[in-house]
């Protein structure tokens, strides 16, 4: 268990520098979407081959996984959007709400109960996020689509759980980004047409931060978040991810100075959102040690 932990500490570490990219990269939210899963198809593939992991599944399962690799495109497409139309801040630390969101979504879709200590740890990340951001008006947009983003990760994460219990992490990944893909790119033109991007292409700058980002950010990340949910649940894995922000803003404010005064209300905010971590993985390995064998009643 301690080594599942450790994975997903790693996997969140990476995931912080997923905002920073986003920023860096000069492509809309959509293309750059699109060439994140497009070269992540191709690295999956060296590693699959690398690996010599078998392919060979049935018509019908490689679809069920490429559909759940458009939840996360989709999150990663409203993510981005609300970076480019706010700031690095906003977009990660409205992923933190992707936790509340799976305490709602999981037992409505697993047919399971609301569980209480999931609402409440959920209430103080979004207690947390109102400290830090105030909901600042300037920045309504961002937060909408930040709102949306997580969301969708949410239910991402929850589909995911169920396919970690029978597939390899690579093999989920590989299809999932195949199916991100074509599924992107099949909406692309009806995209483009509503939102027009000045190049189709990107520079070499562009390029470079893109494989980068599809390598470790999102094929290495992705492999270690599916190989957590093995024996973590979707909601403390959700959870565990709520201190990306932590690691984004930092960065953000050390190397973008995005211009935000740090005062009381934003270290008692992110506080909040630790602090909501740290009990829910006390309180995950507290059920574990009682469910080993020998354990509880």
């Given at each position: 268990m301690k080594k599942s932990y450790l994975i997903l500490h790693i996997a969140?570490?990476?995931?912080?520098?997923?905002?920073?990219?986003?920023?860096?990269?000069?492509l809309n939210e959509g293309l750059l979407t699109w060439y994140r899963v497009f070269f992540s198809v191709i690295w999956l593939l060296l590693i699959i081959?690398?690996?010599?992991?078998?392919?060979?599944?049935?018509?019908?399962?490689?679809?069920?996984?490429?559909?759940?690799?458009?939840?996360?495109?989709?999150?990663?497409?409203?993510?981005?959007?609300?970076?480019?139309?706010?700031?690095?801040s906003i977009g990660v630390v409205c992923y933190s709400l992707t936790s509340f969101f799976t305490a709602v979504f999981e037992p409505l879709i697993n047919g399971k109960k609301f569980v209480f200590t999931e609402l409440l740890?959920?209430?103080?990340?979004?207690?947390?996020?109102?400290?830090?951001?105030?909901?600042?008006?300037?920045?309504?947009?961002?937060?909408?689509?930040?709102?949306?983003?997580?969301?969708?990760?949410?239910?991402?994460?929850?589909?995911?759980?169920?396919?970690?219990?029978?597939?390899?992490?690579?093999?989920?990944?590989?299809?999932?980004?195949?199916?991100?893909?074509?599924?992107?790119?099949l909406l692309m033109p009806l995209y483009l047409y509503y939102f027009p991007a000045e190049t189709l292409i990107p520079g070499i700058s562009d390029t470079l931060y893109l494989l980068l980002l599809s390598l470790f950010c999102t094929v290495i990340l992705y492999i270690l978040f599916a190989e957590s949910l093995k024996?973590?649940?979707?909601?403390?894995?959700?959870?565990?991810?709520?201190?990306?922000?932590?690691?984004?803003?930092?960065?953000?404010?050390?190397?973008?100075?995005?211009?935000?005064?740090?005062?009381?209300?934003?270290?008692?905010?992110?506080?909040?959102?630790?602090?909501?971590?740290?009990?829910?993985?006390l309180i995950s390995q507290k059920k574990n040690r009682l469910h080993q064998p020998g354990a509880g009643h």
């Amino acid at each position: 268990m301690k080594k599942s932990y450790l994975i997903l500490h790693i996997a969140v570490i990476l995931a912080g520098f997923t905002g920073i990219f986003g920023k860096l990269i000069s492509l809309n939210e959509g293309l750059l979407t699109w060439y994140r899963v497009f070269f992540s198809v191709i690295w999956l593939l060296l590693i699959i081959k690398i690996y010599k992991v078998n392919t060979s599944l049935a018509l019908r399962e490689k679809f069920d996984i490429g559909k759940i690799g458009m939840l996360i495109t989709i999150h990663w497409v409203f993510f981005y959007g609300s970076i480019k139309y706010s700031n690095i801040s906003i977009g990660v630390v409205c992923y933190s709400l992707t936790s509340f969101f799976t305490a709602v979504f999981e037992p409505l879709i697993n047919g399971k109960k609301f569980v209480f200590t999931e609402l409440l740890l959920s209430a103080l990340t979004l207690f947390g996020i109102a400290l830090i951001f105030h909901f600042d008006a300037a920045y309504q947009l961002g937060i909408t689509l930040g709102v949306i983003s997580s969301a969708f990760a949410a239910l991402y994460t929850i589909y995911n759980e169920r396919l970690v219990r029978t597939y390899d992490s690579k093999l989920i990944n590989y299809y999932q980004m195949i199916g991100g893909t074509i599924g992107l790119g099949l909406l692309m033109p009806l995209y483009l047409y509503y939102f027009p991007a000045e190049t189709l292409i990107p520079g070499i700058s562009d390029t470079l931060y893109l494989l980068l980002l599809s390598l470790f950010c999102t094929v290495i990340l992705y492999i270690l978040f599916a190989e957590s949910l093995k024996r973590i649940s979707a909601f403390t894995v959700n959870l565990s991810f709520n201190l990306e922000p932590i690691y984004a803003i930092v960065i953000a404010f050390l190397f973008f100075d995005e211009g935000r005064q740090v005062n009381a209300s934003f270290y008692i905010g992110l506080a909040f959102v630790a602090a909501s971590v740290i009990f829910q993985t006390l309180i995950s390995q507290k059920k574990n040690r009682l469910h080993q064998p020998g354990a509880g009643h």
